[in-house]
């Protein structure tokens, strides 16, 4: 696999994708790219995206691909959002929406200014902004290994 024609597209699962795609370009800014519902107008799948990225969101499938409010808010994975957004104004617009907050807006030493918030059925989300001249040493004791780089 040398990668030519490779994408990977994050797929998160809600109890109500519908609502769920409404709210996320509400509040968070995503632009719904494709809306799929069968001959009975249920729907089936969907893709929303920022800047070009797309993020997929589909219905609960099985036991397996459940939304956080089915499994008491428990997340396995989160979705990570890099760009150059205004992450203070992208946090105060979801507080203002009503989304949780879990982490304020946080300078990290590789340079990016990050939040994390829950979405409307608790999956979590980072959105991060690069911010030039702010990257640093790591904290005293961590180790950071770039593969491929010397």
Not at 36 to 54: A, L, N, P, R
Request: aromatic letters at 8%; glycine letters at 8%.
């Amino acid at each position: 696999m040398n990668g030519e024609n490779t994408v990977v597209t994050a797929e998160l699962h809600y109890k109500d994708p519908e609502t769920a795609i409404d709210w996320l370009e509400s509040v968070f800014g995503l632009k719904p790219r494709i809306v799929v519902k069968d001959e009975k107008d249920t729907f089936v799948f969907s893709e929303v995206e920022i800047q070009g990225v797309s993020i997929a969101i589909l219905p609960e499938m099985g036991e397996r691909n459940l939304s956080p409010v089915r499994t008491e808010g428990v997340n396995t994975q989160s979705i990570r959002v890099r760009s150059n957004i205004d992450v203070v104004a992208h946090c105060a617009k979801a507080r203002a929406n009503g989304a949780e907050i879990i982490r304020e807006p946080e300078q990290f030493f590789f340079g990016d200014l990050t939040y994390f918030v829950a979405d409307l059925e608790g999956h979590v989300w980072a959105f991060a902004q690069p911010v030039k001249g702010k990257s640093g040493p790591p904290p005293k004791g961590w180790t950071v290994t770039i593969s491929g780089h010397s």
